[in-house]
């Protein structure tokens, strides 16, 4: 008889496209999120959480790149109900808030949110199905004001978390600019928008990855579509040629970033240089040349004048917030100003190559996302800071990433004096310090030591029976102790010896200096 094979053993693999966040990972975005969450406190805004499960219909049919409802989302269909799914962004979840809520909600409604969200999309080196998110939203408000406050809130919030001017600008432009490119290009009709909405978001598509694509490949996306190196196939918004010049005329007129490009050069030839106050001014100029025959376009560059002038009073020059016809943001739901956070320096890639770290936040204006649910025009805009992104920034400038200070651990040489150890443990708690006692195997006291470096516990305390007896604790210093391991001379080693022995009763003074002392 075949012996019964056993029970197959799952694989301890973390999911393609996912990911673990240890200790550090953890501690850092959670103390990064609070500093930007001061920011979003000071402006006015209240938090909220949103379910981590929407309606499919509730999210709608607004991400990049897919052309069914629940296509890129993780979608499951409850029996004989809805079709349920993780939501995608935290932009979609507020506007359902916002319409089911709106007897009760303050209007306008400022609210900020951060969490994780969830895409079913093909992952890459850097591009995860689940990542975490930083909204902030003002619900309710029509007004160009309310543009401008997000791209000064957001500038702040850079600074809060250590990017200092110099190293970042935050980039607007305005959908109604770009519909106008389309109107001229035939890809809009102003007497029916729903015409050709399908066309128009894979060109919006195309011209947001231009700088990666280059122009082939977005002339490719144009037109009939384009495979990429793995071998998949994108389909193509099916412009013709003519349509195609159009757009890239567009492109050439409008590729140049906040540090150099044809149209920065043209305006420090007039006079204008990046940072002066008058750079936007000649942006929101020469974007009006660009679309005088559509009034759609029109209507756009002058909320654009707007937003600088709005920005320019408070002190929110072109150094940093600049006026960039480059930004599209992939969404399809924007339709006025819309935003993107970039970092300018430059950081090593694989290779030791220099480039620019890029992209760090983006959103903009959706008034009518909130409408789909109500039937009523409902103004909205937002910003949301992509939160792994601007982390890894973080670490690039050697503003974070440090090894954080895990617990003062209470070693155990007496398994039959664990309540001893733990009243140290409690004492050092109810000061305000973190402390754990050591709960493994306690036989080799070698790997105490280990276990307290694997923490990076700054200190170790030690009772064996003779210190009891003393009524005394040694305290090891196991930061000096590395160094001193490393390259102290023994002069050092006596001024400050790695390890101290110091009465019980003097356990927490002793512990703080020791925490204190550099």
């Known amino acids: 008889m075949a012996k019964d094979k056993s029970e197959r053993r799952p694989r301890a693999e973390t999911p393609k496209g996912f990911r673990d966040y240890f200790g550090a990972d953890v501690t850092e975005r959670q103390e990064m999120l609070a500093k930007i969450a001061e920011v979003y406190h000071r402006y006015g805004f209240d938090p909220l959480e949103t379910s981590a499960v929407e309606t499919v219909e509730a999210l709608g049919k607004y991400l990049p790149d897919v052309d069914r409802p629940n296509e890129g989302v993780f979608a499951w269909q409850e029996e004989d109900s809805d079709w349920l799914a993780l939501r995608y962004d935290l932009t979609a979840p507020l506007a359902r808030v916002a319409a089911q809520h709106r007897n009760d909600l303050p209007s306008p409604y400022r609210r900020y949110a951060m969490g994780p969200v969830w895409r079913n999309e093909k992952p890459g080196p850097g591009r995860f199905r689940q990542f975490y998110q930083c909204d902030a939203d003002t619900v309710g408000s029509a007004s160009v004001a309310a543009d401008a406050e997000i791209c000064a809130m957001l500038a702040d919030a850079l600074e809060a978390v250590g990017i200092p001017r110099g190293d970042y600008v935050v980039k607007v432009n305005n959908r109604k600019v770009l519909n106008g490119v389309m109107e001229v290009a035939g890809v809009l ?136 016809c480059g930004v599209v943001r992939g969404l399809a739901y924007y339709t006025g100003p819309v935003f993107e956070a970039e970092l300018t320096f430059d950081i090593l890639d694989d290779k030791g190559r220099p480039r620019q770290f890029g992209s760090v936040a983006g959103g903009g204006r959706y008034d009518d996302l909130v409408k789909r649910f109500t039937g009523q025009a409902v103004p909205a805009t937002g910003i949301s800071i992509g939160v792994d992104r601007l982390l890894a920034a973080l670490r690039a400038k050697g503003r974070t990433g440090l090894r954080a200070a895990g617990p003062v651990v209470v070693t155990v040489m007496d398994r039959d004096r664990m309540a001893d150890y733990q009243a140290m443990a409690g004492e050092l708690r109810r000061a305000g310090i973190r402390a754990e006692v050591y709960l493994g195997n306690p036989k080799n006291f070698g790997n105490q030591l280990k276990y307290a470096d694997k923490r990076a516990s700054p200190v170790a305390v030690i009772q064996g029976g003779d210190e009891a007896t003393k009524g005394t604790v040694i305290l090891k210093d196991l930061i000096l102790g590395a160094k001193i391991a490393e390259n102290a001379s023994l002069e050092e080693w006596k001024s400050r010896p790695a390890q101290i022995e110091v009465p019980l009763a003097g356990l927490v003074t002793a512990v703080k200096r020791m925490l204190e002392t550099p």
């Open 189 to 324: 009709d102003p007497a029916d928008h729903e015409r050709f909405a399908h066309e128009r978001g894979i060109v919006l598509r195309a011209i947001d990855k231009h700088d990666r694509l280059g122009d082939s490949g977005v002339r490719a996306l144009l037109g009939l579509g384009r495979r990429d190196e793995s071998g998949d196939f994108t389909k193509g918004a099916g412009l013709s040629a003519e349509q195609a010049d159009v757009i890239m005329s567009y492109l050439h007129e409008s590729a140049f970033s906040a540090q150099a490009g044809p149209l920065n050069a043209a305006l420090v030839g007039r006079g204008a240089p990046f940072g002066d106050s008058n750079y936007n001014r000649f942006v929101v100029k020469r974007l009006r040349e660009l679309v005088d025959q559509s009034s759609v376009g029109l209507e756009g560059v002058l909320e654009l004048e707007q937003i600088s002038e709005l920005l320019s009073v408070q002190g929110y020059g072109s150094n940093r917030i600049v006026v960039d």
